[in-house]
């Protein structure tokens, strides 16, 4: 077979040695032939990777192209050629111009030529592999720093072995010190809070029959310090061995600086509401008495001149309350306290109702005020509270800022059939917005004009309450203002349609006569008010300061009450308890409505009052009004029909 090998003609070269030279000549990899340590041979594959031309190199000292800094290494190469004949190594080489190529060596002697040594060495270059392999090595580095520093574990459970296996340190009942390792199911069971155990159980166990994927936030026992932390992880079954089965992988984080800081702004939500809750009884109080002083003074004989200051007074505490209650909207909104309470309602007639509230003040600036209304608007389901509300700031707004001219409010309809709208459009001629205030126009505390020597007044909150009450009534508000002035403002509420309902029962002297009325209060001139506006409609008063004296007249009473008026913040006995008091009494008095008459008056506090056995919540300050409402929709849930018919005058 060697002869097939060879080149037969005498002086030619060997088969061999010219398929050597063919491989030498067109390898990728560098090849180099050393002598005496210089550079006698070099193939192209050196020069298309280093630069260097043959005349360049041949002749000079291979250690000329070494790193300095791989001394240590080259010095190896050659002790392991000494001791086996071959070596290999990693280190740099020299780039033409500038520059290192990482290099795999592989050095082979080569049998002996006259008067000395030499060497065939292979360059292969994995610069840019190193590259890529320090960018991953980096990179997993990085991301195990950020799991740690983060409290993240990776892992997957093999329900053949019934272990978890993680991919990084974590802390276990046999390792506290953490490291790459397994748990038993016994071992993660143990390391659950008992309290927790079965939803995780059972959120696993759906998994691992399913393979749907599970969120879980739960407490585990760190073992490092033997204290429970929280623990968030999410799951999800994946194809293993089997196809008839689920194994299941997952990451869990340590959230329990999350969880704290959650609790911590639980409880600083829950103290804001709290304080809420008490400025809000702390002002209502005495806004309660001056406002219903006014009420009463109403009734009596004054001068013109008289009325006429005691209207800009009521006026003036209308829009102090009015200030207020944007004040604790807002809070309550952000709270997500905020409560909407739909019910059928005639929106023309509400949108009337506040445009003739403001008239007057359109008026006395000689401005027109007119109300438009499509007549396809029927009636709808809404909160007209809300709505009024967000009418009152935008209509409000709208005479505000008008200096002359006039104001146009508009009602129309809007939106597909199957989701029926309302839109409602108030028209200004006033001062217009420009393009800065208007980018803010909608935020909290914003206002069009911030200086101290401002037309308008206003706490700035009018116009983010509108909005935020809107996006909750399933609509927006918008506005545009060209540069000639006067402005635009539209509301869109959602509005399914809705029967009519009967008209609301007005106010008259007559309107409670015969009926028997206790009032709980232990402020004297919330007493004497209530008491006065009561008996102006022809109710029969009793009062009683505190819960306790409440709660005796309701025992003592030879024929019972047909309503009674209970505060709730008093010393000794507070109007929950009472009213729960009064519940047990048993016979008549145990079905007497009761109306709470507070200044903590928000949704939730309302619910509370009812959940205690009230019937209804009148909130201070007090007007007829909405005392007349009040005792409407408390009597209106009462069953009254076997009561005898001189003392139920509302139920006609």
Same mark, same amino acid.
């Given at each position: 077979?060697?002869?097939?090998?060879?080149?037969?003609?005498?002086?030619?070269?060997?088969?061999?040695?010219?398929?050597?030279?063919?491989?030498?000549?067109? #390898?990728?990899?560098?090849?180099?032939?050393?002598?005496?340590?210089?550079?006698?041979?070099?193939?192209? *594959?050196?020069?298309?990777?280093?630069?260097?031309?043959?005349?360049?190199?041949?002749?000079?000292?291979?250690?000329?192209?070494?790193?300095?800094?791989?001394?240590?290494?080259?010095?190896?190469?050659?002790?392991?050629?000494?001791?086996?004949?071959?070596?290999?190594?990693?280190?740099?080489?020299?780039?033409?111009?500038?520059?290192?190529?990482?290099?795999?060596?592989?050095?082979?002697?080569?049998?002996?030529?006259?008067?000395?040594?030499?060497?065939?060495?292979?360059?292969?270059?994995?610069?840019?592999?190193?590259?890529?392999?320090?960018?991953?090595?980096?990179?997993?580095?990085?991301?195990?720093?950020?799991?740690?520093?983060?409290?993240?574990?990776?892992?997957?459970?093999?329900?053949?072995?019934?272990?978890?296996?993680?991919?990084?340190?974590?802390?276990?009942?046999?390792?506290?010190?953490?490291?790459?390792?397994?748990?038993?199911?016994?071992?993660?069971?143990? #390391?659950?809070?008992?309290?927790?155990?079965?939803?995780?159980?059972?959120?696993?166990?759906?998994?691992?029959?399913?393979?749907?994927?599970?969120?879980?936030?739960?407490?585990?026992?760190?073992?490092?310090?033997?204290?429970?932390?929280?623990?968030?992880?999410?799951?999800?079954?994946?194809?293993?061995?089997?196809?008839?089965?689920?194994?299941?992988?997952?990451?869990?984080?340590?959230?329990?600086?999350?969880?704290?800081?959650?609790?911590?702004?639980?409880?600083?939500?829950?103290?804001?509401?709290?304080?809420?809750?008490?400025?809000?009884?702390?002002?209502?109080?005495?806004?309660?008495?001056?406002?219903?002083?006014?009420?009463?003074?109403?009734?009596?004989?004054?001068?013109?001149?008289?009325?006429?200051?005691?209207?800009?007074?009521?006026?003036?505490?209308?829009?102090?309350?009015?200030?207020?209650?944007?004040?604790?909207?807002?809070?309550?909104?952000?709270?997500?306290?905020?409560?909407?309470?739909?019910?059928?309602?005639?929106?023309?007639?509400?949108?009337?109702?506040?445009?003739?509230?403001?008239?007057?003040?359109?008026?006395?600036?000689?401005?027109?005020?007119?109300?438009?209304?499509?007549?396809?608007?029927?009636?709808?389901?809404?909160?007209?509270?809300?709505?009024?509300?967000?009418?009152?700031?935008?209509?409000?707004?709208?005479?505000?800022?008008?200096?002359?001219?006039?104001?146009?409010?508009?009602?129309?309809?809007?939106?597909?059939?199957?989701?029926?709208?309302?839109?409602?459009?108030?028209?200004?001629?006033?001062?217009?917005?420009?393009?800065?205030?208007?980018?803010?126009?909608?935020?909290?505390?914003?206002?069009?004009?911030?200086?101290?020597?401002?037309?308008?007044?206003?706490?700035?909150?009018?116009?983010?309450?509108?909005?935020?009450?809107?996006?909750?009534?399933?609509?927006?508000?918008?506005?545009?203002?060209?540069?000639?002035?006067?402005?635009?403002?539209?509301?869109?509420?959602?509005?399914?349609?809705?029967?009519?309902?009967?008209?609301?029962?007005?106010?008259?002297?007559?309107?409670?006569?015969?009926?028997?009325?206790?009032?709980?209060?232990?402020?004297?001139?919330?007493?004497?008010?209530?008491?006065?506006?009561?008996?102006?409609?022809?109710?029969?008063?009793?009062?009683?300061?505190?819960?306790?004296?409440?709660?005796?007249?309701?025992?003592?009473?030879?024929?019972?009450?047909?309503?009674?008026?209970?505060?709730?913040?008093?010393?000794?006995?507070?109007?929950?308890?009472?009213?729960?008091?009064?519940?047990?009494?048993?016979?008549? *008095?145990?079905?007497?409505?009761?109306?709470?008459?507070?200044?903590?008056?928000?949704?939730?506090?309302?619910?509370?009052?009812?959940?205690?056995?009230?019937?209804?919540?009148?909130?201070?300050?007090?007007?007829?009004?909405?005392?007349?409402?009040?005792?409407?929709?408390?009597?209106?849930?009462?069953?009254?029909?076997?009561?005898?018919?001189?003392?139920?005058?509302?139920?006609?």
């Amino acid at each position: 077979m060697g002869k097939h090998l060879r080149d037969e003609r005498p002086g030619g070269p060997s088969i061999e040695q010219a398929a050597a030279d063919w491989f030498f000549e067109s #390898s990728l990899d560098m090849f180099v032939v050393l002598e005496n340590d210089a550079v006698v041979r070099v193939n192209p *594959a050196w020069t298309t990777l280093t630069g260097w031309t043959p005349d360049e190199t041949l002749g000079r000292p291979i250690r000329d192209f070494f790193h300095l800094h791989d001394t240590e290494t080259i010095r190896g190469i050659g002790a392991t050629l000494r001791a086996e004949g071959e070596a290999r190594s990693e280190h740099r080489l020299a780039r033409k111009g500038g520059g290192w190529l990482w290099v795999r060596s592989q050095t082979k002697m080569l049998p002996d030529v006259a008067g000395g040594e030499a060497l065939l060495i292979v360059f292969q270059d994995f610069t840019e592999d190193r590259a890529r392999r320090i960018e991953r090595q980096q990179s997993e580095r990085a991301n195990e720093l950020l799991r740690n520093t983060a409290g993240v574990y990776v892992w997957r459970f093999d329900p053949r072995k019934g272990i978890y296996v993680f991919e990084q340190d974590i802390p276990t009942p046999s390792s506290p010190q953490g490291g790459v390792r397994t748990m038993t199911i016994q071992e993660m069971t143990a #390391s659950i809070h008992a309290e927790d155990r079965q939803m995780v159980w059972e959120a696993f166990s759906h998994t691992l029959a399913t393979g749907d994927h599970s969120l879980l936030t739960y407490r585990y026992l760190d073992p490092a310090n033997q204290s429970w932390v929280w623990m968030r992880a999410a799951w999800r079954g994946v194809r293993g061995s089997s196809a008839k089965s689920w194994d299941v992988i997952g990451i869990s984080q340590d959230v329990t600086e999350l969880v704290a800081a959650r609790d911590a702004a639980l409880g600083a939500a829950e103290a804001k509401a709290q304080f809420l809750a008490n400025m809000s009884h702390e002002i209502r109080t005495p806004m309660n008495g001056v406002l219903g002083v006014m009420h009463l003074l109403k009734r009596e004989k004054l001068s013109e001149d008289g009325r006429r200051l005691l209207n800009e007074a009521l006026g003036c505490g209308a829009m102090l309350s009015e200030l207020l209650n944007d004040i604790i909207d807002f809070s309550k909104i952000e709270a997500g306290k905020l409560e909407l309470n739909p019910e059928p309602i005639d929106p023309a007639a509400l949108l009337r109702s506040v445009a003739d509230l403001l008239r007057p003040q359109a008026k006395q600036k000689g401005l027109t005020l007119d109300v438009v209304v499509d007549p396809g608007v029927g009636w709808v389901g809404a909160d007209p509270l809300r709505l009024r509300q967000g009418l009152f700031n935008l209509l409000g707004n709208a005479v505000k800022f008008t200096l002359e001219g006039g104001v146009q409010a508009r009602l129309t309809t809007a939106g597909p059939p199957a989701q029926p709208r309302l839109r409602f459009e108030i028209q200004d001629t006033g001062v217009g917005i420009d393009q800065t205030t208007a980018d803010g126009l909608f935020q909290r505390f914003s206002q069009a004009d911030g200086s101290t020597t401002r037309r308008f007044g206003g706490a700035g909150l009018g116009l983010a309450i509108t909005r935020r009450l809107a996006i909750l009534m399933g609509g927006d508000v918008g506005f545009t203002s060209p540069p000639e002035g006067g402005s635009l403002f539209w509301l869109e509420i959602a509005a399914p349609p809705a029967s009519e309902t009967a008209a609301p029962i007005e106010a008259d002297t007559a309107l409670l006569a015969g009926l028997r009325v206790l009032i709980v209060e232990d402020n004297a001139t919330n007493r004497l008010i209530a008491g006065r506006l009561l008996e102006a409609m022809g109710a029969v008063v009793e009062t009683a300061d505190d819960g306790v004296q409440g709660l005796e007249a309701v025992e003592r009473a030879d024929t019972g009450f047909d309503l009674i008026f209970m505060d709730i913040q008093m010393p000794g006995m507070d109007g929950v308890e009472a009213t729960r008091r009064i519940r047990a009494l048993g016979g008549e *008095a145990s079905s007497t409505p009761i109306i709470a008459m507070t200044a903590n008056a928000l949704a939730h506090q309302q619910a509370s009052y009812l959940a205690a056995g009230m019937n209804g919540a009148v909130a201070k300050p007090l007007s007829p009004t909405a005392l007349i409402q009040a005792i409407g929709a408390a009597l209106s849930k009462v069953d009254i029909g076997d009561a005898p018919p001189e003392r139920t005058p509302m139920a006609s």
